[in-house]
Every structure is written in structure tokens, then in C-alpha cells.
């Protein structure tokens, strides 16, 4: 008998960053999270924070109101900075922050406390997002205008390079571009001129040693997003690797080709989960996963995984872990990194690739004919291009052409027992708000006054001179100064801005079905005026794809439509409706805080005499919030299962004419109006 054969010792390829997408409500709560996670194998951290967090507003902010801990953690200042790394060794972790208009600022506090962990500079590895022009077009969470919010992403660029070596100071973001409906070439296309964009910014900077441009450009990281279309996604990853190297060498002169490597981390398409049949979007999820690691040649740096039900509501820990087993069965049980790229060869995927490479460059040079990705932005083209594109995936979805399993086709199913029960989702207590503003006056009252106010002089003197922001922000965060005080005084020198919402008379949609004009034509003549619609957007809520899809559609079924795009305070919203003489007001609301804002909504309607004007609201909404809602008196409530907008449509109709009906009855009775009265939704 012959001997045993040898064993032939496999080298294994690392794996890539694991991470989870966390945060909510207080940063205890976060740090308890966070320490969860890791200690169930999760190899980095990625921070979600909260709305007033994002646009620079502390928790008790009048447009805070309804939005502390909701969508992310509340950090006001330098106190919950250090309570929410709290036993979290900051020089052995990698941490990503989801931040853009505050990232100078949620920056400064991170180092802040790393200083305070003995941590150096040097050591820190990590994200800011910092992609400000990707939030005009998608997220919505800018503050400032293009030019100097570009002026602040600059700031951390030179800062870090210098200060910070290992730290990515940008993220450029075509996650968010994908789920505001952009196809493979606008994803690769707008993501692609928005570095160009920051890069040419940073490079053209008097102040700048060019000799540290290809540590810069070495610098830039990309977060990018992957859809169902399995093997587009694969070839849209080869073909941004290929792009960027290609923009490396011949627009910037990089030789070095470890610069030139295109570094990304990926969090899967949120877009495509689905309420109906929940526990289909594992599989979903899963397959989007692969799409970024199965070629080595474009595997994904980090990646972090949405949970199942987050068409429903928050995930809890264990659906966050349930998202983190499926990251290490495939890096630690599989043999996936013991290969070199298996698609190196195949015909199919070479010509995507190039297909793809070509319709991309194309599209840049048409960006850059009008003067680049800000030039873009400003004029709302690359908006409204991305209104049209969703709209297009809309209405392939309402017309069966694009299945989605379980919504559009194979409806009938078995009920989910993963949604039973209480406890089945988590849910942000509304006492979170208002201990924040508790805390926040206590950290006011107990800080050196003079030394906060003498921080921001600082801080103003810097923005107005053309100074780093970061040095001074960094001195700030450790006097004590607040994310509502550092937002305010940059407000005070930079200002405020709208962006253009893609809703226009130009803005091209896929056109609505005939019953829904003619109802709402025969809804005219029996007001006697074209029936007016106000959308609104309150609170600080930017993520405004439904919004504008519903409003392109009213318009297209002969609404007339007012909407002036996010964050609207309720009194605007009411003062709207009130211009207009609006007869019905719809309310799209994601980030979890409908309650209060309709109830807020609600009460400025009755203060107006607008009582009278029926509501309906969309967004991500449980069954029990929606009870909650009718109590209040809202008609109707729309939430992620009623893909048909031209039912949503017909049901608005119907919402305008039960409430002419109920106000013709009153009439006759000699009644004052049953505004309390809840609706079918249809």
C-alpha cells in the first residue's frame, strides 16, 4: 500500500471588515450594542447616527423634535463622543461614521476621545462618509451650500493626510445614489465625478503641496451599493476598479499603483427589501453580498449587511447578528478566498465590463460639458435624471415587468412566524428625547461658559479666514461646545441650502393609468377647481425618493401638485396648505418619528382652521403605529408594500371626496365636521 498523499497547505486570502450598520437612541445604549457585536465576531464598527446629529442641531432643537435616537445615536458633545466608545480600545479598531455635513465635527470628537484613550493619531484606522454632494442629490443631510461644504470635505482631506495617515477622510457614496433609483452608469458615472470633483477642489487649493497628491488620492475610499442584478453588480465593481485606476494615471499622473487601487465597503440594496414576505430578504441580501465578494479583483474592503426586516422597522441584535452569520459563513466556511479571480477570462463578463466602461465615460464627459458634479447639482440636472430613472423602476414594477417575488407576483404565502409576537420589532421610546434635552442642559450648565464661547470665536474666525476648520473643531469639541453650537455658527457665516428636488414640469415620468385620470378628472369637476395636493416633508428626515415619486405622479394623473422639497417644519407644511387651499395633505416621514410630527401637523391644522383638510402619511409605519394614526384622524397610511402609486393615487381621490362628503352632510345637519373619522385605505 502506498504512503498518505501530502497535504497541500491552501494560503488563504484575508477576509474583508465586518461590520454591521448600528446605532440608535443614546450612546449607552449604542456602546452596549457595539460591544455585542463585536464580541459575536464582528472585526469593525460602523456608526448610524441620528438626524440632529447629521444636520447640526442638538436634541433640544425645535426641528430635532420627533427625531433623537431614531434613525441613529444622538451625540451632542464631547460626553456622549466618550460614552459611546466607552471600553472600545480605539487604536485597534476600524471604525466607519455615516456622517457628511457634520464630519469635520463628529471627526473632531472621535479624536478628541482617542487623545483621551492615549490613542495616537497615527494609529487610528477609520471612515468619515464626507461625501457632501451625494447628499444633494440622495440622503438629504446637507446643510450648507455646495461651495463651502466642499470647502469643509477638503479640510478633513489635508487634515488627515497630514494628522491622521491611516484614516479614509472620504467615502465617495453611490450606496445612496442607487437607492434614489440610479442605474449601473449613473452609480458609476455621478460617484465617479463627485471624486473628481473633491479631488480637483483639494488639488487646486493654494495652500496645497502638490508632492502629497498621490497620498490623497491613495486616501479616497468608496461605499458603494449592490442590487439583485447579479452579474451587472459584478461587472459594475470590475468596471469602477478599472475606471479609477484609469482616472488615476491619466487625469492625475499617478505612478504608484498601490494608490491607485480602488479601495470600497458596501452596505447591500435597502431599496429592494420588501414588507411583503419579510423572511424573502435574506435570501436577497444574500445574493447582493456576493455580487462584492465573489471577484478578488473587486471585493469589497468592508462590508455590512442591512437586516431582514428593515421594510419594517429597526432591527434588533439578533437580526443584526443574523446578517453578520451570513458575512462569516462565506469568508470562514467557504473556499472562496483560497482562489485567485474566478471570473479572469470569461467572455461575458469582459464584455459587460467594457460595455459598461464605455457608457460610463460617456457620461462623465457629458458631467464635466456642464462644468462638473457641483455644476450638475446646482442645476438640478443630476436630479432629476435620478427622478426619472426611479420612476422608470417604479412603473416596470407596477406593470409586472420587473418581478419582485412575493409583491408583484407569488403573493399568496405562508404568514412569517419571524414577525410575530411582541417584541418583534424594535422601537425607539419617545422618553429617549426627552432625557436627551435633560442631559444637554446638564452638559450646558456644568462647561466653562467663557471657554466654549471663546472656542467658537475661534471656530467663526477660522470658517470666515479660510483656516483648517479641523484644529479649531478639535479645540472646540474639547471645551465643550455642542453639535447644535458648532452647526449654528458655521450656519451664521456659510448660510443654508435648498436643493433642487427633481420635480418639474421637464422632469420626465413613465405616465399614469387612464382610470386614475379620469377620477381625477371627474374629481375637478366636482370641485370645480383642479384638485391640489401639498406634499410635505417635516422634520429632518431627508430620504425623499417616495415624496418625489409621488409628487411626479399626482402631477402626471392631473393633480396640482406643491412640494418644496425636505425638511419642513409643520408650520410651513400647514402655512402651504393654507396658500394653496390644498384639499388633501400627504406627509412622507422614514425615520421612525411620525408620530409626533402628525400629531404636531395636526394641531397647526386645527389652529388654522384647517381642520377640515384631510392627511394622509407614508413612510415606514407598524401596524400599531398606524392605529395610532387614525386615532388622530389621518385618512389614509401608506407604508413599503403599496409599490402602486396609481392606487395610492385613486386613494387619495377618494380621501378628497369622503371628505367633501362628510363636509356636505355637516352642512346639511348644521355640523361642525367629523375631522376625527378614520378611513379605508384603498
Given at each position: 500500500m502506498g504512503g498518505q498523499a501530502a497535504v497541500t497547505e491552501v494560503k488563504r486570502d484575508k477576509p474583508w471588515i465586518i461590520r454591521t450598520y448600528a446605532g440608535h437612541s443614546t450612546a449607552a445604549e449604542s456602546n452596549k450594542l457595539y460591544r455585542g457585536n463585536l464580541a459575536k465576531g464582528q472585526t469593525g464598527l460602523s456608526v448610524a447616527f441620528d438626524l440632529p446629529t447629521q444636520t447640526g442641531y442638538d436634541p433640544d432643537h425645535e426641528l430635532a423634535r420627533g427625531e433623537v435616537g431614531k434613525v441613529g445615536v444622538s451625540i451632542a458633545h464631547l460626553g456622549d463622543m466618550r460614552t459611546l466608545f466607552d471600553q472600545i480600545p480605539l487604536a485597534q479598531m476600524n471604525t466607519s461614521m455615516t456622517i457628511n455635513a457634520t464630519a469635520p465635527w463628529l471627526l473632531s470628537l472621535y479624536l478628541a476621545v482617542a487623545e483621551e484613550q492615549g490613542a495616537p493619531l497615527a494609529a487610528l484606522q477609520g471612515t468619515t462618509q464626507n461625501d457632501i454632494i451625494k447628499e444633494y442629490l440622495s440622503r438629504g443631510t446637507y446643510v450648507f451650500p455646495p461651495a463651502p461644504s466642499l470647502r469643509l470635505t477638503k479640510d478633513v482631506i489635508l487634515f488627515t493626510t497630514k494628522?491622521?495617515?491611516?484614516?479614509?477622510?472620504?467615502?465617495?457614496?453611490?450606496?445612496?445614489?442607487?437607492?434614489?433609483?440610479?442605474?449601473?452608469?449613473?452609480?458609476?458615472?455621478?460617484?465617479?465625478?463627485?471624486?473628481?470633483?473633491?479631488?480637483?477642489?483639494?488639488?487646486?487649493?493654494?495652500?496645497?503641496?502638490?508632492?502629497?497628491?498621490?497620498?490623497?488620492?491613495?486616501?479616497?475610499?468608496?461605499?458603494?451599493?449592490?442590487?439583485?442584478?447579479f452579474v451587472t453588480e459584478i461587472c459594475k465593481m470590475r468596471a469602477f476598479s478599472e475606471l479609477w485606476d484609469e482616472i488615476a494615471r491619466e487625469r492625475y499622473g499617478i505612478d504608484d499603483p498601490k494608490k491607485r487601487i480602488f479601495r470600497y465597503g458596501v452596505q447591500v440594496n435597502s431599496l429592494g427589501l420588501t414588507e411583503q414576505q419579510p423572511e424573502n430578504n435574506v435570501h436577497r441580501i444574500l445574493i447582493e453580498m456576493l455580487a462584492v465578494t465573489l471577484s478578488k479583483r473587486a471585493r469589497a474592503r468592508a462590508v455590512q449587511l442591512p437586516a431582514w426586516n428593515e421594510a419594517l422597522g429597526l432591527p434588533r441584535p439578533w437580526d443584526q447578528q443574523w446578517s453578520m452569520r451570513m458575512q462569516q459563513i462565506l469568508a470562514f466556511e467557504t473556499d472562496l478566498l483560497e482562489y485567485d479571480d474566478i471570473f479572469d477570462g470569461s467572455h461575458v463578463i469582459e464584455a459587460r465590463v467594457e460595455e459598461l466602461k464605455t457608457q460610463t465615460r460617456a457620461e462623465l464627459e457629458r458631467i464635466g460639458g456642464i462644468g462638473g458634479a457641483v455644476a450638475a447639482v446646482e442645476t438640478g440636472a443630476l436630479k432629476r435624471a435620478l427622478v426619472e430613472s426611479n420612476a422608470k423602476r417604479i412603473s416596470a414594477i407596477e406593470a409586472g415587468e420587473q418581478i419582485v417575488v412575493g409583491v408583484n407576483k407569488w403573493q399568496n404565502g405562508e404568514p412569517s412566524p419571524l414577525t410575530a409576537g411582541e417584541g418583534a420589532i424594535f422601537t425607539v421610546s419617545e422618553t429617549v428625547e426627552m432625557e436627551a434635552e435633560q442631559r444637554i442642559r446638564a452638559w450646558r450648565s456644568e462647561r466653562d461658559a467663557k471657554a466654549v464661547e471663546s472656542a467658537l470665536a475661534d471656530l467663526e474666525q477660522a470658517a470666515r479666514s479660510g483656516a483648517n476648520i479641523m484644529p479649531v473643531s478639535i479645540a472646540a469639541a474639547k471645551a465643550g461646545v455642542t453639535t447644535g453650537e458648532w452647526g449654528e455658527r458655521?450656519?451664521?457665516?456659510?448660510?443654508?441650502?435648498?436643493?433642487?428636488?427633481?420635480?418639474?414640469?421637464?422632469?420626465?415620468?413613465?405616465?399614469?393609468?387612464?382610470?386614475?385620470?379620469?377620477?381625477?378628472?371627474?374629481?375637478?369637476?366636482?370641485?370645480?377647481?383642479?384638485?391640489?395636493?401639498?406634499?410635505?416633508?417635516?422634520?429632518?428626515?431627508?430620504?425623499?425618493?417616495?415624496?418625489?415619486?409621488?409628487?411626479?405622479?399626482?402631477?402626471?394623473?392631473?393633480?396640482?401638485?406643491?412640494?418644496?422639497?425636505?425638511?419642513?417644519?409643520?408650520?410651513?407644511?400647514?402655512?402651504?396648505?393654507?396658500?394653496?387651499?390644498?384639499?388633501?395633505?400627504?406627509?412622507?416621514?422614514?425615520?421612525?418619528?411620525?408620530?409626533?410630527?402628525?400629531?404636531?401637523?395636526?394641531?397647526?391644522?386645527?389652529?388654522?382652521?384647517?381642520?377640515?383638510?384631510?392627511?394622509?402619511?407614508?413612510?415606514?409605519?407598524?401596524?400599531?403605529?398606524?392605529?395610532?394614526?387614525?386615532?388622530?384622524?389621518?385618512?389614509?397610511?401608506?407604508?413599503?408594500?403599496?409599490?402602486?402609486?396609481?392606487?395610492?393615487?385613486?386613494?387619495?381621490?377618494?380621501?378628497?371626496?369622503?371628505?367633501?362628503?362628510?363636509?356636505?352632510?355637516?352642512?346639511?345637519?348644521?355640523?361642525?365636521?367629523?375631522?376625527?373619522?378614520?378611513?379605508?385605505?384603498?
Open positions: 494628522e491622521v495617515p491611516k484614516w479614509n477622510p472620504m467615502n465617495v457614496c453611490s450606496y445612496h445614489l442607487q437607492e434614489a433609483g440610479a442605474t449601473p452608469v449613473q452609480e458609476l458615472s455621478y460617484a465617479l465625478a463627485i471624486a473628481i470633483a473633491v479631488l480637483d477642489t483639494v488639488r487646486d487649493d493654494p495652500a496645497f503641496d502638490p508632492d502629497s497628491f498621490p497620498e490623497v488620492f491613495g486616501r479616497i475610499s468608496f461605499f458603494v451599493n449592490a442590487g439583485l442584478r458655521l450656519r451664521q457665516v456659510f448660510g443654508e441650502y435648498r436643493a433642487p428636488t427633481g420635480v418639474t414640469l421637464e422632469t420626465a415620468s413613465s405616465g399614469a393609468a387612464e382610470e386614475a385620470r379620469l377620477l381625477i378628472a371627474d374629481l375637478g369637476e366636482r370641485l370645480g377647481e383642479t384638485p391640489k395636493l401639498v406634499v410635505g416633508k417635516p422634520g429632518l428626515d431627508g430620504h425623499s425618493n417616495g415624496a418625489e415619486q409621488i409628487a411626479l405622479r399626482a402631477r402626471d394623473v392631473g393633480f396640482d401638485v406643491t412640494y418644496d422639497g425636505i425638511r419642513q417644519t409643520p408650520a410651513e407644511i400647514v402655512a402651504k396648505a393654507k396658500e394653496t387651499g390644498a384639499h388633501v395633505v400627504g406627509l412622507s416621514i422614514l425615520s421612525g418619528s411620525h408620530v409626533p410630527l402628525v400629531r404636531d401637523v395636526k394641531a397647526k391644522l386645527r389652529e388654522a382652521g384647517l381642520d377640515h383638510v384631510p392627511v394622509v402619511v407614508g413612510g415606514i409605519i407598524s401596524s400599531e403605529d398606524e392605529l395610532v394614526l387614525r386615532n388622530m384622524g389621518v385618512q389614509a397610511v401608506y407604508t413599503p408594500k403599496d409599490y402602486a402609486i396609481d392606487k395610492i393615487m385613486v386613494g387619495l381621490a377618494r380621501v378628497i371626496e369622503r371628505a367633501l362628503d362628510t363636509a356636505g352632510a355637516d352642512r346639511r345637519e348644521g355640523g361642525t365636521g367629523r375631522g376625527g373619522e378614520a378611513a379605508q385605505v384603498y
